[in-house]
């Protein structure tokens, strides 16, 4: 059983920078592509960052892009979103996913279906 644990988050004010961490425990890591996903209060998830299975391959939407940073460790078996020069809109609970497809394209990676499995999430506060 995959299980997915987010951490890193915390309040910093605009300008800031943060990275989060997810932790995956399983089997089978490196066959993973990985993904963050954010949903503020009030609004539907939204994706953030993706990196296939071999770190070869990254997406991130223009949102976040020049900002937000995906990478992954095998051996840790972790992946992380480093986040920079952070806004308030970036204010959101951030969540980690997992997704056993290997076929890495724009639209089956930012589409939440596509993941099979999820991490509890981890809140990012970003003051102005």
């Known amino acids: 059983q995959v299980q997915l644990v987010e951490s890193g988050g915390g309040s910093v004010q605009a300008g800031g920078s943060l990275r989060l961490s997810c932790t995956f425990s399983?089997?089978?890591?490196?066959?993973?592509?990985m993904g963050w996903f954010r949903q503020a209060p009030g609004k539907e998830r939204e994706f953030v960052a993706a990196i296939s299975w071999s770190g070869g391959s990254t997406y991130v939407p223009d949102s976040v892009k020049g900002r937000f940073t995906i990478s992954r460790d095998d051996i840790k078996k972790t992946v992380y979103l480093q986040m920079n020069r952070l806004k308030p809109e970036d204010t959101a609970v951030y969540y980690c996913?997992?997704?056993?497809?290997?076929?890495?394209?724009?639209?089956?990676?930012?589409?939440?279906?596509?993941?099979?499995?999820w991490g509890q999430g981890t809140q990012v506060f970003v003051s102005s």
């Open positions: 399983g089997r089978s890591f490196v066959t993973y592509a």
């Open positions: 996913a997992a997704d056993q497809n290997p076929t890495f394209k724009v639209v089956i990676v930012t589409n939440p279906a596509s993941y099979d499995y």
